[in-house]
């Protein structure tokens, strides 16, 4: 016995104190192995971090690249689209738009109606030659009856002549003949008609505001009000023009943007409508008499 405690107990507690170092320097051990491996991950996602950062910045960069390479090419390409319409209007500044004349199938005589209503327009009896190039209906399916007709597209060998036609219906507005509402328009690209659309808002409140406005070539619009003339000639120049006339902020479309300039196209450019079963018959009965007789003529 020492100080009471017995032998036995003595062991007993001596085992569990080495069960305890033992258990002990185990669970360090543990630790350790954890601990390194987790530094080892922590050093792995660091330098896998430090790659995304860079591959995040090469292609922040190649981005802000792009950028400036599209905003290039919307610039050339808004530049390339004005420069083409105007080419565009150029070759049709001796045409003209008449709308309003009902059809009259394939036997109309297309000059002689023009004929009789610039006649009318000139406020004469007969104009002596006109001098027609073409003449022809627009390039779009033949509507129904209860539908508008298709206009007509005239070209003029006479510049001075075709400028009166059109001052002078500008003036009387529409044309009455024969019961039908006519209206005579200088032939325009379809990228200036859909500018001017764009620019509706903005000549609706000219209107209202009783300020004369011009339109010009290449692209623009121009307007006096007292001693200002202001012009636009791209989108930016709407708010500043509607400024120094003194008019309502308007929103309006970008009509040199990508996707304005993408449009689809409308219905005068859709492909033609197929004719139906009762309309091919005639045809194709012509057809097979046809190749009949050319048989019987080769026996």
């Known amino acids: 016995n020492h100080k009471g405690v017995s032998g036995e107990t003595f062991c007993q507690t001596y085992s569990q104190r080495l069960n305890f170092e033992a258990l002990s320097d185990r669970l360090d051990r543990v630790v350790r192995e954890e601990v390194a491996q987790l530094r080892a991950d922590v050093a792995n996602v660091e330098a896998r971090m430090a790659v995304a950062e860079t591959e995040a910045r090469a292609l922040r960069n190649d981005l802000e690249l792009t950028n400036v390479t599209v905003m290039k090419q919307d610039a050339d390409l808004a530049f390339l689209t004005t420069w083409v319409d105007d080419l565009d209007n150029r070759g049709r500044r001796m045409n003209l738009h008449v709308r309003g004349v009902r059809e009259g199938g394939h036997s109309e005589n297309i000059p002689e109606i023009l004929q009789q209503i610039f006649a009318q327009v000139l406020g004469c009896q007969h104009v002596p030659r006109i001098g027609l190039t073409r003449a022809h209906r627009a390039l779009r399916p033949v509507p129904a009856r209860e539908e508008q007709p298709r206009n007509i597209i005239c070209c003029l060998e006479n510049y001075h002549l075709k400028e009166e036609i059109l001052r002078t219906a500008r003036r009387m507005g529409t044309i009455r003949m024969e019961g039908q509402t006519i209206s005579i328009y200088q032939d325009l690209s379809r990228y200036t008609l859909l500018a001017r659309k764009a620019l509706r808002p903005v000549t609706s409140a000219l209107q209202q505001a009783n300020i004369p406005y011009r339109w010009g070539y290449p692209f623009s619009l121009t307007a006096r009000h007292g001693q200002d003339q202001v012009t636009i000639r791209k ?54 008499e046809w190749h009949q007789g050319q048989a019987q003529r080769e026996q």
């Open 235 to 288: 989108p930016d120049d709407v708010q500043s023009f509607l400024h120094t006339l003194g008019l309502p902020p308007q929103q309006v479309p970008d009509w040199l943007a990508r996707s304005f300039l993408q449009q689809p196209p409308g219905p005068q450019q859709q492909q033609p409508r197929r004719p139906n079963a009762d309309q091919q018959r005639p045809r194709l009965q012509h057809q097979r």
